[in-house]
């Protein structure tokens, strides 16, 4: 008697579980891949933007960046608070230190060098964060996850949980030797999480 040559279901069964598997772990990779690649285009950003600060300060210009006359949720050098969310529809999206960094690069963009470098960095606009009338649109540094990049201050910030510190006027959040420094909220859009956060200084 001639055996019945064929495919079992058992066997269809583990070779559609076998390519299950291997397309997860592809997606799995791939997005790993994809996250890396975000992470180290958010660092060229941030290191662009550390550069046209240099830039900034051989032109005698960086005492207007960290004046005296901030706006009002601006004490000593430092932020009273960061935001939070700033990812897409979030209210902190375009909060006050949001708006205070655009600031910071229109004072960035007036060396003319920086002014092209910063047509390599992405960005979007943001209408201007003072109440003088008229003023043109000033940019907004994007990550590679298209939320705002930060500038903190050489005071850093306090009164605020980053990665579960509570950081008060007694411990800001600095970089060291407590220079300023630019900050990406990274994949989750969140800096207060602080578990993903990208800092210029790393």
């Known amino acids: 008697m001639r055996r019945r ?13 076998v390519i299950v598997l291997l397309m997860a772990l592809l997606t799995a ?4 891949i994809q996250n890396r690649i975000r992470v180290d ?7 662009n933007l550390e550069a046209m600060a240099s830039e900034l300060k051989a032109a005698a210009g960086w005492s207007k960046v960290e004046a005296t006359t901030a706006p009002s949720w601006w004490v000593q050098g430092a932020y009273e608070v960061l935001p939070g969310d700033v990812d897409d529809g979030s209210a902190d999206r375009f909060s006050g230190p949001v708006r205070h960094t655009a600031y910071v690069i229109e004072e960035l963009i007036r060396v003319p060098l920086n002014m092209s470098a910063m047509g390599k960095i992405p960005s979007t606009t943001l209408v201007s964060p003072r109440n003088e009338l008229p003023m043109p649109p000033y940019p907004v540094a994007l990550d590679a996850w298209g939320n705002p990049i930060l500038f903190i201050p050489s005071g850093g910030v306090t009164n605020v949980w980053i990665g579960g510190v509570w950081h008060g006027p007694d411990n800001p959040f600095a970089a060291p030797g407590h220079r300023a420094f630019f900050l990406s909220a990274g994949p989750d859009g969140n800096f207060s999480e602080g578990d993903d956060n990208i800092y210029s200084f790393e």
């Open 29 to 32: 990779a791939f997005r790993h």
């Open 41 to 47: 285009a958010t660092r060229v950003t941030l290191n």
């Open 5 to 17: 040559v064929g495919i079992s279901l058992v066997s269809t069964l583990v070779t559609i579980a």
